[in-house]
């Protein structure tokens, strides 16, 4: 073994996690094993520990690094832990000085517990300079970090504190990435971050992220797809509706950032959007694009919340019109104002999330069963399997990864749709 990394987490820790390989590899590591961790729920926390150590169990002589978000908000956790022997920060596991730094510390043999840790403060990071990668090893579709950190205080989240305040990458430098993967034969590029919605606010020209987007499309016309991990809906900009009106490159898929449906709890949540403007941004898309299809990301069981105020986010699913939702029991983070609010009954949070997820299902199949007969272009993920420009799985007959294929949809299997 040389260096593995094992991910936890968003599309922007899967990105990070090829340039901490090849940063590791070059700074002469080996027999490594680098955990980049998620801090976006307790229960993200608690799996990244059981996965450390079972890591050791099965690999004993091996080093373990863990970096990431939890690395960088629970640091004493990980250093408290036999099984670590580094703890790098978020903004340390993209320096080549960290790891030749960790690489030197290892060759000491045991490691002295006052230099087992290197996390600076994240919030004095200034510099919104992404790492540039080829593409990421066994995933089809290249992807483009265009942003990192956030400005907003949600009170149920860590996140701020994991990745610091927004810093937005040059216009000039994403256009370069985008047309590199374009280039290296990657016919679908996803623009990532921690809020990409946020994108510009603090270069000079104060660009928005539609603006980037047509930007993009515009200066790599050989990119045949363009794809955007989650947004805010309150903060899309004029340029961004024109572009999904307009780009057909652009994929007809959002994930949105919705969390709840009823205001009183958007309100505790310090949430931007109103349910009436959640549902009134569904509707104006769909105007604009009428393939479009939407997720998001809905909390069960946040502090102060009753029967009514839960059953409004179970109709706000329908008022929107969503079709995948991604479901969060609430997990309290410690340090976070909603962490001392009034909890739910754990009981009871467990069973709206239950809840929510079977109408995602429901919707899921619903749209599944609508697919069938349509054609559709393919990106191909690996020989059989691939997701459609609705971000649809899909199971093919074959196809090279990474190439688009035409194919009409046959049936469904009640996950993901069949096609010829």
Known sequence: MSVDVVTFGCRLNAFESEAIRR???????????????????????????????????????????VTGCAAQTETATF????????????????????????????AGGAVDPAAKAAVDDIMAVRSGAAPAIDGIEGRARGFVQVQNGCDHRCTFCIIPFGRGNSRSVATEDVIAQVRRLALNGHAEVVLTGVDITSYGADLPERPRLGTLVRRVLAAVPELPRLRLSSIDSVEADDDLMIALAEEKRLMPHLHLSLQAGDDMILKRMKRRHSRQHAIDFCAEVRRLRPDVVFGADIIAGFPTETEAMFQNSLDLVDACGLTYLHVFPFSARPGTPAARMPPVDGRVVKERAMRLRQKGDALLLQHLQNEIGQRRAVLVETGTTGRTEQFTPVKISGGAPGRIVDVIVTGHDGRRLLAA
Do not use: H, Y
């Not at 670590?84 to 000085?97: A, F, H, I, M």
């Open 79 to 106: 250093v408290a832990m036999p099984e670590v022997d580094r703890v790098l920060g978020n903004t340390e596991k993209l320096s080549d000085d960290a790891w030749a730094q960790t690489r030197a510390v290892f």
């Open 23 to 65: 940063r590791a590899e070059a700074a002469g590591l080996s027999d490594t094993v680098v955990v980049n961790s998620c801090a976006v729920t307790g229960e993200a926390v608690r799996q990244t520990r059981q996965a450390i150590r079972k890591l050791k169990r099965e690999n004993p002589r091996a080093r373990v690094v």
